[in-house]
């Protein structure tokens, strides 16, 4: 899991959600390594709700094994189509490549759940604790922003991280503004002096300002 954290001044961090975990771990997505490269360059904490590993975790895992599922399915078509006169060796040339690609995906499930432990070793956690779980669970029953529970989860966490935590410069990241992107959820970053951003390359610009880099 990622490390945590004594409540002590910080430098600089970017705190990040689900979205950004699996950009990173899953789709590889060169600007969000660069931001990773650049937040260990500096020596900006990048700091992941613990509800976001767990989240992201999952999904990695349905993701696989939902593909792996679906090569059974197709298995299954495939000694249907077997049982017809010549198709007997069309089918086995394509059952060896399934088993390729089999074999790939078990390699790749293996790979993605390495990845994502460590980059969590890497990070720290804004745990999710009691309190933090109360305030989500009532914001998510009052129906408020970001409205969706798992989401309510990454808010609070993030509050009650930055709320034990000041930093000189404060972000938080996230590629969902659909869910993120309300006025209480600016203004609750605000009061504690922590900065929205949602576009990756504002994230490097901040950095950059930062640390007084061209």
């Known amino acids: 899991m990622a490390r945590r954290t004594s409540a002590k001044q910080i430098e600089a961090l970017l705190a ?4 950004f975990v699996m950009g990173v ?6 600007v969000l390594k660069r ?23 999952g999904s990695l895992l349905k993701r696989i094994d939902r593909q792996l599922d679906s090569l059974q399915q197709l298995r299954f078509w495939l000694n249907d189509i077997a049982r017809g006169a010549g198709m007997g060796g069309l089918v086995k040339d394509v059952k060896r490549r399934l088993d390729a690609i089999e074999t790939k995906l078990q390699q790749h499930r293996h790979g993605v759940l390495k990845a994502l432990d460590n980059f969590a070793e890497a ?5 999710l604790m009691p309190e933090v779980w109360i305030k ?25 991280f930055l709320t034990r935590h000041k930093a000189q410069m404060a972000i938080f990241f996230t590629l969902d ?8 959820i600016h203004e609750a970053f605000r009061q ?12 490097i610009v901040e950095f950059r300002k930062f640390y007084g880099v061209a």
């Open 136 to 160: 989500a669970y009532l914001r998510w029953q009052a129906n408020l922003p970001p409205f969706k529970e798992l989401d309510c989860l990454i808010f609070e966490s993030l509050l009650n």
């Open 25 to 30: 771990v899953w789709e590889e997505r060169a």
């Open 192 to 203: 504690r002096k922590a900065l929205m951003l949602f576009d990756p390359y504002d994230v």
């Open 177 to 184: 503004a659909e869910d993120f992107d309300h006025p209480e």
């Open 35 to 57: 931001i990773v490269k650049l937040s260990r360059q500096f020596g900006v904490h990048i700091v992941v709700p613990e509800i976001a590993l767990v989240e992201a975790r």
């Open 123 to 127: 990070c720290l956690t804004a745990p």
């Open 16 to 19: 990040v959600e689900t979205n």
